[in-house]
């Protein structure tokens, strides 16, 4: 079966990306184009995605000469950032971590707590009240919040860690509420996050504010 043109085209550029990494010196669009017999237009075009993408970097002739030196091109060394990534395995373990520890929600709300007061101590140009604030963290880790009425709270309409949370929610829940709760900490309000009920329906979770003008 033909590969499909996205297909050939991450091809053509792993072969770019082969030939510069296999160089033992920095090669010109030319050379390039010549040695995998491809029009030098074709190999513009992938060196501007590798550069685009960290992969490769443009380097200077090692001995100047009259007359425009040629653009030379060279891998750059290190981990493919383009490559697949499988953070849900590392929260997994991380989740079967703390559920072995004693008292396992207890610990989770405190690493969440740790969490949470990462994001606090700087100053808040836009002047926002700390819910205002709490609202916009949630946004932009991905919850999807809604500040709600009376009584005050934060209706979370979407989950990032969604099938993890559907499988341990006694883990990441706890950890939810603590970043929340860390988070009010650190930036000295006086309202904070009562508790977190997940799944109220299929598709809202509610956090609960008390204290201060919640």
Request: aromatic share 4%.
């Amino acid at each position: 079966m033909p590969r499909s043109s996205s297909g050939a085209d991450q091809g053509r550029r792993g072969e770019v990306l082969r030939m510069l990494k296999a160089a033992p010196a920095p090669l010109p669009i030319t050379e390039i184009a010549d040695r995998l017999g491809v029009h030098t237009n074709t190999v513009r075009f992938h060196l501007d995605r590798l550069l685009e993408s960290g992969q490769v970097e443009r380097a200077l002739p090692a001995h100047r000469t009259a007359g425009r030196p040629p653009q030379l091109f060279r891998a750059v060394r290190g981990m493919d950032p383009a490559g697949p990534r499988h953070y849900r395995v590392l929260a997994e373990v991380l989740a079967d971590t703390l559920g072995a520890e004693p008292e396992p929600q207890a610990r989770a709300v405190e690493a969440g707590r740790a969490w949470g007061r990462r994001y606090g101590g700087a100053p808040d140009p836009a002047g926002r009240t700390h819910v205002q604030r709490l609202v916009a963290l949630l946004d932009d880790l991905g919850f999807a919040p809604e500040q709600a009425g009376r009584p005050p709270r934060i209706e979370l309409r979407s989950c990032p860690f969604l099938e993890l949370a559907a499988d341990r929610p006694q883990i990441v829940c706890p950890v939810h509420l603590g970043l929340m709760q860390g988070a009010m900490d650190a930036w000295g309000a006086a309202e904070t996050v009562d508790r977190l009920d997940p799944f109220v329906t299929a598709d809202v979770c509610v956090a609960h504010l008390t204290g201060g003008e919640a």
